[in-house]
């Protein structure tokens, strides 16, 4: 406490954090990002082991001997699905009937906002079918759930044809102690969204669904197949969900633990993992590979099927089976006894995965940093705007000590009430604006303009964002007076620490976003002043504002696929990225649209109030 | 100044009338920040319930409020949101009379030790002047009704309003000099959540300077006028219990309001101290450890009232803050009932030190309290330590800002009698030290 009471120390401190402080802010930056850069240097990582005692060292034997079955299934279901020309509810019904399972269905419709282009929907009618294999050693209060999607066309046939064909296989079994649901959803996370919402009981978005005839007990783990070929090479498992949440680490190191003892090569965000790691192309493979994975996470959409699961506190992730040219193959048999090993070991679990980490991020499959090792990259950035707070906070604490009469005192903090006021609201209703408008006016753009419903959403946001730009002139027009010196770094003082809180909270629930905007926004917030030219800061601005950071961040995620886009199907991508995002919102809840929206953007046109300060 | 004040209070008035019905009423009013399990009104609603089915409101552990308040609820619960709305005004304007009323009564005081010359010259930037005087009550009435915490708390319709309601009415009362209504509100306060009791104190050093009577404990007229009080206050809540018992019956309530405040049976957690500890606690240490953290709230009275036995009503602001950090179930509303005295210490703010640092704190613990509630019992990622390593430091910056006010006030206290620019013996500037 001797900081907090000794005048003198405190002295020195302040003085020398005010003298040093754009110093300081440079290193801290610096430090940050390298600190960021650093954690996928193995030698800075944990290697990944398994925490749940019950998953560890308890041995079980994979049998799944029906691959060959599972792919005639897969045929007739392919056969089936064509004949339709939709999901084959009626033939999947008899077929799980036929396997033992108590057997149900869920009808469910959803009217998007507006279409979605990308899987070309607007109305959206479907039915769940699931199977629940009743656990015959327990008293059926928990549950595991497999599901895999029935796709368009003739995609992840074999994941459908495997999971029936273990469901065949672990209805006679009779170890089980959690009940299996079986689930084939269609429409992907939209069907997902239906079944978990009747599942649970909630409903969150609005969407129309029939209630569910049966169920089995609370859901412990889940897995969402998907497979597309009759053999593959490996195995990729994809983690990230909605918001950004991450299912708890011992479900990868389960998955991990399996391909290591059935010989499958496995693989995250596609990559396989090096044994190169001092070597600069070892190097920056797993900071690609780690890359890849804080913006998946940052986009804060589900990466799968999974990714709806996580919301109700079960732990979820995605299996996709990846078929290339390599030259070594492996069989549906053996995917089956993989999913088998997995399904045996989470049936063995007395609690939910809770033992290891829930806040992670892997550059490599083998290799994790947890929430310790990251935090401080983002604490630097967040610290530059604590420092440059306080460094204003000074300056606007100094003067009244100096001046004689109180009343010159009180003349110079009134007008500091009402800049910072005004601002601030005529930014947030802007916000809400941008937040608003897409959706709510889309006919009305539609009407006016030639475009697509999609592309008016898209647009429509674009213009309320640009818009925004010509703010702080009408604002400079609604307050009378003329900003004073003393205004605008009240205005600071209050966007700084209203940016430090936002991003403070953003980075606890999705570091990958919180740090992202950081990295673009802390410069902007930390050293923009009324006197810098003017034309040359406002670009620096718009470059490093909210929307050109999605914009760069479509181009480096492009990069890092090793599919570089060029210019022009780079904004299309960017706006089909953007029309996502929303859908996002309205369809799961994804809360990004919102954030960047009502709080990041206002924040950001703060700042630009600032830099054209009259 | 009426017409300020007029607008202020159409101003809050709206913004709560529109927040009930919006949606985020029914979220708020889930918030553990908020509703404590004694303020709660899904628990009224429960105890209401249970009267009208002719049972006693306390059977099943739910509701926790006193008789009076269901009897209150009995008759107004249809009009319970006007209730609550009018709870907060009554608190701010009631604030705003007991300011301006003390507010005056300083400037007169200062301006008999002026005349008398009684302040070191080189203090005249301390003399407090009437023109910044002018909108400190307006500006207390402001901090309370415009207060998001004040907001949401009467969004939630958590008791707490009325409790403050009550607490502003004893200060009106008692720095109106009114000893009777005084012990009568105060009463009143103790019966709804017993921690006012500390504010006795206060209460009698307040009234004893109003009537020119020495805190000496020699003096008859001194041990007259406690017992005088004590007699009242005494005698008003006998005639509470008494009430409630005839209105519910039995003494259920007795053990059920007030051994849930003191034994803490319920480990919800909230923005106090108590429920990660005993939650953690074994449970042969916890009658131990309950008698410790009880006493602690009513301990700093004594050194408190000591200390500032000159200076009641910032005795009395330094007690409400105490009572809301420690109290076993505190809400954001018992912390607005304190915040709003901060304008009247404005004169103050070139002596604090950490109220840059205190600030954002405060400030930064307000925006995570909701972000790890979410990250806890929603996402599951996170547990119980990361929400109550919040509550911690919340309270710290709490105890920081009540404590730099107290330094502040006592060091212009100081600077008033010795002089504002102080010399060492040998002539170098000298700094004051807390240590």
Known sequence: MGLLSDPNRRRALISMLTRLNAPICMLCYCAGVCWFMGLAFEPFTLRTYMSENAMGSTMVEERFPAGERALATAREFAAHKKKVGGMPVDWLVKTMQARGLEVFTQSFSRVLPFPDENKERYIVKGTNVYGILRAPRAPRTEALVLSAPCSPGDNNNQAVGLLLGLAHYFRNQIYWAKDIIFLVNEHDLIGMQAWLEGYHHTNTTGMKWTPLQGRGGSIQAALSLELSSDVITSLDIVLEGLNGQLPNLDLANLFYAFCQKIGVLCTIQGRLQRNDWDSVSGYSHAVQTMMLMVMKQASGRPWGDHGLFLRYHIEAATISGINSFRQYKTDLTTTGRLVEGMYRKLNNLLERLHQSYFFYLMPSLTHFVSIGYYMPAFGLLAVILLLRALDLWVQLVAPPARTEDGIAEIEQSSPGVRSVLTPLIISHLTGAALYLMPVHFQEMAVEHFPVSETEAVVLTAIAVYTAGLALPHNTHRLVSGEGTEQGWRVLKLVAVLYLAVLLGCTALINFSLGFILALTMVPVAAFVTPDVPKVLSAIVFVILSPACTLLFSVFLFQELQDMPVSLQDGWMLYISVISQGILDHYLFGSLVYPLIALMVYPCWLLFWNILFWK | ?435
């Open chain 2, 1 to 435: 100044m009426a017409a300020p004040l007029t607008l202020l209070l159409i101003v809050a008035v709206t913004i709560r009338a529109v927040l009930y019905r919006s949606s985020l009423a029914e979220l708020i009013a889930e918030r553990v920040e908020v509703v404590s399990p004694i303020t709660a009104w899904k628990r009224v609603i429960e105890g209401l319930a249970l009267l009208d089915l002719g049972v006693s409101p306390y059977s099943g552990d739910v509701f926790h409020e006193t008789p009076l308040i269901i009897y209150l609820f009995h008759f107004l619960v249809d009009y319970a949101e006007i209730t609550f709305m009018l709870a907060d005004v009554i608190t701010a304007v009631a604030l705003y009379f007991a300011v301006r009323d003390y507010n005056k009564k300083v400037f007169r005081k200062q301006k008999f030790a002026l005349e008398a010359d009684r302040y070191p010259h080189d203090c005249l930037e301390l003399i407090r002047r009437p023109k910044e005087m002018f909108y400190i009550p307006l500006k207390v009435a402001m901090f309370y009704l415009l207060n998001p915490f004040t907001i949401l708390s009467c969004v939630a319709k958590s008791t707490c309003g009325l409790n403050n309601a009550v607490i502003s009415l004893f200060i009106l009362t008692t720095i109106k000099g009114n000893v009777l209504l005084s012990a009568v509100f105060l009463c009143l306060a103790t019966y709804q959540s017993i921690y006012p009791l500390t504010l006795c104190a206060p209460a009698m050093l307040y009234l004893m300077q109003h009537q020119f009577i020495p805190v000496n404990f020699r003096r008859v007229s001194f041990w007259w006028f406690v017992t005088q009080y004590l007699f009242m206050f005494l005698g008003s809540l006998l005639v509470l219990t008494c009430l409630s018992f005839f209105l519910l019956g039995s003494w259920d309530y007795m053990s059920s309001v007030y051994g849930f405040i003191l034994s803490v049976p319920d480990l919800t957690p909230n923005i106090g101290l108590f429920w990660y500890f005993f939650a953690e606690m074994f449970e042969h240490f916890r009658l131990f450890f309950l008698c410790v953290f009880q006493i602690n709230v009513f301990f700093y009275t004594i050194p408190l009232s000591i200390k500032l036995k000159e200076h009641p009503v910032f005795l009395m602001f330094m007690q409400l803050a105490v009572i809301s950090i420690f109290k076993s179930y505190p809400t954001v509303g018992d912390t607005a009932l304190y915040l709003a005295f901060l304008p009247v210490w404005g004169h103050l703010h070139r002596f604090l030190r950490n109220i840059f640092l205190v600030s954002c704190v405060l400030l930064a613990c307000s925006a995570l309290f909701p972000v790890l509630w979410h990250l806890w019992i929603y996402a599951g990622s996170a547990n119980s330590n990361f929400y109550y390593a919040i509550t911690l430091l919340f309270n710290v910056a709490q105890i920081l800002l009540v404590s730099d006010y107290f330094y502040a006030f006592l060091r212009r206290e100081h600077h008033l009698t010795s002089g504002l620019y102080l010399k060492k013996k040998d002539g170098s500037e000298a700094t004051l030290v807390l240590k």
